[in-house]
């Protein structure tokens, strides 16, 4: 149901929206996680390192998608902020053209690019060709993919975050129940595991579809609305693509440390993939919350409620600061019992490895929490040069780990990897997040 966040209490306003958030994004990313703790379980260690080895590949494809789907979605919400109903029709018809043409192409890169990247990542030789099956099917499932999270960026950006909660849920259940059948059931291994989540989608996509039809006829276009201006169209792309585009440029930083990380063996892999799966979603709340600022800005901007936003950005960083001081004790505390869920406790080399990755990157959690309050706060106002030099930070100290800490520290040089990119990350956003609020106060 859509829900007008220019007028009310913004920390409720911001809090309710963002409850149904936190849920919907650790769905999101379940599907992963489910993925990587039935491979490690079921089929092993070495077929763990295949999957965990793809993970910034993944990052890669599905950080763009993402990131792009949430940015021509904030035109959107823009539009229903300003009361203009037919904006947000011919809005959505736009994200929709635009979708099909980017997921197209993203697809025909995707698939043909797989063995390349994975070779000059220097894939360790007894897992590339199971790391090729998998992502390779993940990327052929990239419009699927595009397609719903497209659908639950528009419902969003009408103030609804309930219903793509619901939407996420039904997908993951999906996925969980298919995942043991085509993995172990009907023997497919690997590759089954990226079927699953395929197929998972499809019918995700269709009860989007179905409910927007019935329930959304705000976001449903008339004929006279996919009459489209070029200039409706590079309105949407100014918003979107910066926004994949960073998204696409922090995975970078991933790919050249998975490099890095391949060269420590296996175990390594292992062990960092199956962290950084409890890491994602240890910080989903953290995201979720930032998330909740891009769509309450781009409604109160639309509505020229500068005062709002000010205070919505207190109240944000209020609740997603004391949430990952929250977060980062439980993965200080708990971190060798989370990694005995992924792997026999007799891995311990596995063990540890997890365990130093939870701490190290619990302890910085605050970062985090401050770096998407301001991101998404900024992509909500419709800037996007600010969080792309912020992405390139991020890359850049990302490498710096890959390059030269991983030779001197080792795994823990890995570990360090997130933290120092944070930091790289959040200097210039909260920059620019206090130059913008002294500019619009002035205007």
Known sequence: ???????????????????????????????????????????????????????????????????????????????????????????????????????????????????????????????????????????????????????????RSLGDSRTPTIMLGCGLGLNILFEPIFIIGLGWGVPGAALATVFSQVVANLLGLFYIFRRVTVLVPRREDWRLTRRELVAHLRLGLPMGFQASVIALGAIILQVALNNLGPLAVAAYAAAQKVDTIAVMPMMSFGMAMAAYTAQNYGARRFDRIWLGVRKGLLMSGAFSIFIGIVMVLGG????????????????????????????????????????????????????????????????????????????????????????????????????????????
């Open 1 to 155: 149901m859509a829900k007008n966040m220019t007028e009310g209490d913004p920390a409720r306003l911001i809090l309710y929206f963002t409850l149904p958030l936190i849920a919907g994004n650790i769905f999101q990313q379940m599907y992963s996680f489910v993925d990587t703790l039935i491979v490690g379980r079921f089929l092993g260690v070495q077929a763990l390192a295949s999957v965990g080895c793809t993970g910034s590949l993944m990052f890669l494809m599905i950080g763009f998608v993402m990131g792009t789907s949430t940015g021509l979605s904030i035109y959107t919400g823009q539009r229903f902020g300003a009361r203009d109903e037919v904006g947000v029709r011919r809005s959505a018809a736009a994200c929709a053209v635009l979708t099909g043409l980017i997921s197209l192409a993203l697809t025909i890169f995707g698939v043909l690019a797989v063995r390349p990247l994975l070779l000059l990542m220097e894939t360790p030789p007894e897992i590339y060709e199971d790391a090729v099956a998998f992502i390779s099917i993940i990327y052929a499932g990239v419009p699927l993919m595009m397609l719903f999270a497209m659908q639950t960026n528009l419902i």
């Open 336 to 443: 060798r019992p989370i990694m005995e869920l992924f792997v026999g406790p007799e891995e311990i080399q596995v063990i540890e490895y997890g365990r130093l990755y939870l701490n190290v990157n619990g302890l910085c959690y605050f970062i985090l929490a401050m770096l998407f309050i301001f991101r998404f706060t900024l992509q909500g106002l419709g800037q996007t040069i600010v969080p792309t030099v912020a992405g390139i930070m991020e890359l850049i100290m990302r490498a710096v780990a890959a390059l030269f800490l991983v030779d001197w520290l080792g795994y823990l040089g890995a570990c360090l990897a997130n933290p120092l990119a944070w930091i790289g990350s959040c200097l210039p956003l909260a920059v620019a997040f206090f130059f913008t609020r002294k500019v619009l106060r002035e205007s």
